[in-house]
């Protein structure tokens, strides 16, 4: 019985059906837009991953000594939507938000998670999660890549460098409560079901930054180190 970890992998039971959400609507754009079969083939299956993920993570809740069921947020649960730009800005959008961002940075906060984790449940969780979310880390820098080699490419580069500050700066925020329990100091025990302190998240986005975003994005022509130092200031 664990109260804490009761309450946050209840809370990721939700995050992994909003992830699922996402990618079905994403790979519903990608299908609208005529995208190669593989990339629509590695949406899906990534769909599919996100309900394993979920079901991994309500096993947890149970092992935890929880009896609930999940709280899902139906309004929220209604985005993204599209935006009245082109499909393709929107493909952009979102797969670079939530992928070459969020599971960017998920691989390390999930390696993380698990470096501490003994509970046997958790661990299963972790460790299945983990190995999925590098693949769809590096779904999200494939469709950027194919997105940036089309005759759109100009217009799409120039549409991340104007939105990335934004969304780094949401990155924290948006993140964090899927990760980090709700207070600073967490128990061994805590750790041992696979949480995180909140400050510790802060430190793996920097990691990240310098690590994944900076070289990643500087290969596609973007300039990252100014989107996040634009973030910080606005
Ligand atoms: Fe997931
Ligand atoms: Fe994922």
């Known amino acids: 019985m664990n109260l804490s970890a009761q309450s946050e992998w209840l809370r990721r039971v939700e995050a992994e059906y909003r992830s699922s959400v996402i ?16 990339l629509l083939h590695a949406g899906l299956r990534i769909a599919a991953d996100e309900l394993d993920h979920a079901e991994l993570s309500m096993a947890v ?75 769809h880390r590096d779904f999200g820098w494939t469709l950027l890549d194919a997105m940036l080699d089309g005759p759109l490419a100009p217009e799409l580069r120039a549409l991340v460098v104007r939105e990335l500050p934004g969304w780094f700066g949401r990155i924290r925020a948006s993140y964090a409560p899927a990760f980090a329990a709700a207070q600073t100091a967490l128990s061994d025990d805590d750790r041992r079901w696979g949480l995180m302190p909140a400050a510790r998240y802060a430190e793996v986005v920097a990691k990240t930054l310098s690590r994944d975003w900076v070289p990643r994005f500087r290969e596609r022509g973007i300039d990252a180190r100014a989107a996040w130092d634009r973030a910080a200031t606005s």
């Open 23 to 38: 990618t079905q609507r994403l790979t519903l754009w990608l299908t609208q837009a005529g995208a190669s079969p593989d």
């Open 61 to 135: 809740h149970r092992a935890a000594g929880g009896g609930s069921t999940p709280q899902l947020d139906r309004a929220s649960l209604e985005h993204p939507i599209r935006s009245g730009d082109p499909l393709e800005w929107d493909i952009v959008r979102l797969g670079v938000d939530v992928f070459c961002l969020g599971e960017t940075v998920a691989v390390p906060l999930f390696r993380y998670l698990r470096e501490g984790c003994e509970e046997p449940a958790a661990k299963a969780a972790l460790q299945r999660i983990l190995r999925d979310e590098v693949r």
